[in-house]
């Protein structure tokens, strides 16, 4: 009885919490011209709004040049600094740790305003550098999360085989640990792809009237002219986040299996 109320329980506050996401989709296909649920019909009319409308394909596409500059950039960082946590023998390692998962751990808002105090100076604001640098600091703790738990369940027996046989670290990262990681890291990637994507208080903060995130296009259009175009918007992108999610999700299941056999 105790094992069914807990599961009655964990299902009623899931559906709480995905309920909202839910309503959006046939929201998106309303025929009306309201924000309403339930829509008065259906129809496409708010997806062909958002592919015709200039400002939303521009806000969108330049969101997916920062994800896809981030991703890489944030996975090359975050792999390296995962080797040097796992196999390095350095002072000062749990600081560095301390350092690079903090953006996990301070407000948003507190970041947000620390780093347009120090790119408004610069020139930075709705510069694409300027997303991409912050947003690589915001991406990096999720793919040392992910490789740091891959390199820890790879045995160090194997990279010290390589070693006593002469090969380089070089080699031995390149032909021994890496192929046996790289499925972390496009885990890694993935996750970093979608913390640039869907980051949304930053963003605001640096977003310039010329170049601006796809999550502040979206506020302006809450606050301003709110209409059913949101809800495709955001279809989409749930769509598109999911798809990346069940990558990821098989990337770390491939990681595991490859690293247990």
């Known amino acids: 009885m105790t094992d069914r109320l807990f599961r009655t329980l964990c299902v009623a506050i899931l559906v709480f919490l995905i309920a909202p996401t839910l309503l959006i989709v046939p929201v998106s296909f309303s025929a009306g011209s309201e924000f309403r649920f339930p829509p008065p019909g259906l129809s496409l009319q708010w997806y062909r709004t958002f592919l015709a409308d200039d400002d939303w394909v521009d806000a969108t596409l330049f969101s997916l040049g920062n994800a896809v500059l981030t991703a890489g950039l944030a996975t090359v960082v975050g792999a390296a600094a995962s080797l040097a946590l796992v196999r390095g023998r350095m002072p000062g390692k749990a600081l560095l740790e ?114 601006k995130a796809v999550t502040r296009k979206m506020f302006e259009d809450i606050e301003f002219s709110i209409s059913p175009v949101i809800a495709a918007a955001s279809t989409l992108f749930v769509a598109a986040s999911i798809a990346l999610m069940l990558l990821a999700g098989a990337a770390r299941a491939a990681a595991r299996k490859r690293t247990a056999a």
């Open 98 to 211: 301390a350092l690079l998962l903090a953006p996990l751990i301070v407000p948003p808002i507190v970041l947000a305003i620390g780093v347009y105090l120090q790119f408004a100076p610069l020139g930075l604001i709705g510069s694409r550098l300027g997303f991409i640098l912050v947003h690589t600091a915001l991406a990096v703790p999720y793919v040392v999360l992910v490789v740091s738990a891959a390199l820890q369940r790879l045995p160090p027996s194997l990279e010290m085989a390589g070693l006593n046989l002469g090969a380089s670290r070089i080699r031995c990262f390149r032909e021994i640990t890496l192929p046996l990681v790289w499925p972390a890291m496009l885990a890694g990637s993935v996750f970093a792809f979608l913390a640039s994507f869907d980051e949304t208080v930053v963003s605001f903060f640096i977003s310039g009237i010329e170049h």
